[in-house]
């Protein structure tokens, strides 16, 4: 099963080669063309979370990304960062709302990035990391 | 000092003003993602700042957009509205839309495929 | 230190993802432009020479590259094939003799491999492996 | 079977053959590298195996050549010079140029901006 390992320091520009990664190795799977685009909006968001998770709670850490070919292609992003009671949801609050409501930036990225996840993305989940640590988002595409 | 005509360009991002009647353009190119929305934030926040209240935001120049770059739209309705003021968002690429729709946020945005030609 | 890790199961279409991350980091290091494509190749060809070795003595794990801006940008592509004589050279022989010699095409292209990265790359060094395991191409440009 | 006209594209890599008076004239496109050498060699000793001998394979739209691709190169002209032949590279890029100069490779193949007319 041939695998390809990224991993990066947390800062924003390494998103962007994250998302090059993804692409092109969805693109080798292969996965039809019409869906690269989504795995790559997909990866990104997945990684853009990681990466501010590791901002907030200062975790150093390098943010995993593991992009594996089998049956499906599989994309799992891992971060290192404290799971809380938030931490592990895959739905999102109604988009009217976040208009509305007087949360902070940070907040309203973090759930536009689950809607948008969730609407990319059919075989989606986040869960907690290996030995307790950290969260994964996983999406799966057929191949 | 005024902002308009002045154009910004970091290495992933040119952001452009010009006027169209009384609303205030403001042109992106490049990607938005959590490198560069920091700079887009920062750019409309300066003309929010400088009185700006009937705001539009030309995308068809943006090759990626995250949720950050949506986040940071969402911000600077949130403020405009705050002041009543709109935002419009200047629209036509097929995957740009799609993450409107995808998060629902077409319902919240006045989104147009061109500037209104009425001012 | 921004550090950018890439590992993929030793496959020849990974090679090109590999290329596309060492270029993409070197980039945003910054190195500057007209130095991209000499990175691109120098990557690429350190990744081939790694993939090859594990092909030959049949090593089926990820290799490895590791990109650091410090003060220099540094690309390191480690192998976890057996170390030979052979293994830790920088230097090749002379490209007249490639065309007259009956060496197979394999050796062949192991040479022009090393001639072409000791010509892109003025600071080369061929290491052996962490715990004496495999090899590693260290390559250094300044920033 | 003959090969020429036959047109070969994998998804990296386009192959095709055409003849200009006497000489063969291979026309590669895309990325040659380890991943895609093996379909190029197979393609240049299938012509040899056709009794081709005066060669020209024109590299000026190859985007990218690695140690891999000059492996090749080398092994078809050696094969070319074991039954008398001769091979032709046709190159004006300056990227490929380049490698062919750092391996010291400029001073073993015929190298040519472009096809010679004479055939
Ligand atoms: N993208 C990545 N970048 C860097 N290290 C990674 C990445 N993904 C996994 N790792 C780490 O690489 C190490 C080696 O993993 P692996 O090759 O699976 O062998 P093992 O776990 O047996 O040592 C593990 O500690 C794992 O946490
Ligand atoms: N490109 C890579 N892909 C996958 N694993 C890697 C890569 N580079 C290094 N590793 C492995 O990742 C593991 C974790 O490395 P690191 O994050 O430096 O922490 P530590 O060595 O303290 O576990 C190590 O076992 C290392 O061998």
Same mark, same amino acid.
């Given at each position: 099963?041939?695998?390809?390992?990224?991993?990066?320091?947390?800062?924003?520009?390494?998103?962007?080669?994250?998302?090059?990664?993804?692409?092109?190795?969805?693109?080798?799977?292969?996965?039809?063309?019409?869906?690269?685009?989504?795995?790559?909006?997909?990866?990104?968001?997945?990684?853009?979370?990681?990466?501010?998770?590791?901002?907030?709670?200062?975790?150093?850490?390098?943010?995993?990304?593991?992009?594996?070919?089998?049956?499906?292609?599989?994309?799992?992003?891992?971060?290192?960062?404290?799971?809380?009671?938030?931490?592990?949801?895959?739905?999102?609050?109604?988009?009217?709302?976040?208009?509305?409501?007087?949360?902070?930036?940070?907040?309203?990225?973090?759930?536009?990035?689950?809607?948008?996840?969730?609407?990319?993305?059919?075989?989606?989940?986040?869960?907690?990391?290996?030995?307790?640590?950290?969260?994964?988002?996983?999406?799966?595409?057929?191949? | 000092?005024?902002?308009?005509?002045?154009?910004?360009?970091?290495?992933?991002?040119?952001?452009?003003?010009?006027?169209?009647?009384?609303?205030?353009?403001?042109?992106?190119?490049?990607?938005?993602?959590?490198?560069?929305?920091?700079?887009?934030?920062?750019? +409309? &926040?300066? #003309?929010?700042?400088?009185?700006?209240? =009937?705001?539009?935001?030309?995308?068809? *120049?943006?090759?990626?957009?995250?949720?950050?770059?949506?986040?940071?739209?969402?911000?600077?309705?949130?403020?405009?509205?705050?002041?009543?003021?709109?935002?419009?968002?200047?629209?036509?690429?097929?995957?740009?839309?799609?993450?409107?729709? +995808? &998060?629902? #946020?077409?319902?919240?945005?006045?989104? =147009?495929?061109?500037?209104?030609?009425? *001012?």
């Amino acid at each position: 099963m041939p695998v390809v390992r990224f991993g990066f320091t947390p800062a924003p520009v390494h998103v962007r080669t994250a998302r090059l990664v993804a692409a092109s190795v969805a693109q080798r799977a292969p996965l039809p063309n019409e869906l690269l685009s989504e795995v790559r909006q997909a990866a990104g968001e997945a990684c853009s979370r990681a990466v501010a998770r590791h901002r907030r709670f200062g975790v150093r850490e390098l943010v995993r990304m593991e992009l594996t070919i089998g049956a499906s292609f599989v994309a799992e992003v891992a971060d290192f960062a404290p799971v809380t009671r938030n931490t592990l949801r895959t739905s999102a609050v109604e988009a009217e709302e976040l208009t509305g409501k007087t949360t902070d930036e940070d907040t309203l990225t973090e759930e536009v990035a689950l809607a948008l996840l969730g609407g990319l993305v059919t075989d989606l989940q986040v869960i907690e990391g290996r030995d307790g640590v950290g969260s994964v988002v996983r999406m799966a595409w057929p191949l | 000092m005024t902002t308009y005509g002045r154009v910004v360009a970091a290495m992933d991002l040119i952001l452009s003003t010009a006027t169209a009647g009384e609303l205030t353009v403001v042109s992106v190119t490049g990607e938005i993602d959590m490198y560069t929305a920091p700079q887009l934030r920062g750019y +409309l &926040t300066e #003309l929010l700042a400088e009185g700006v209240t =009937r705001l539009a935001i030309d995308v068809n *120049g943006v090759d990626f957009c995250d949720s950050t770059g949506l986040g940071v739209f969402i911000g600077t309705l949130r403020r405009l509205r705050e002041v009543g003021g709109s935002l419009i968002i200047v629209c036509a690429r097929e995957q740009m839309l799609k993450i409107f729709q +995808l &998060t629902g #946020l077409q319902k919240v945005f006045d989104i =147009r495929p061109q500037l209104p030609t009425d *001012g």
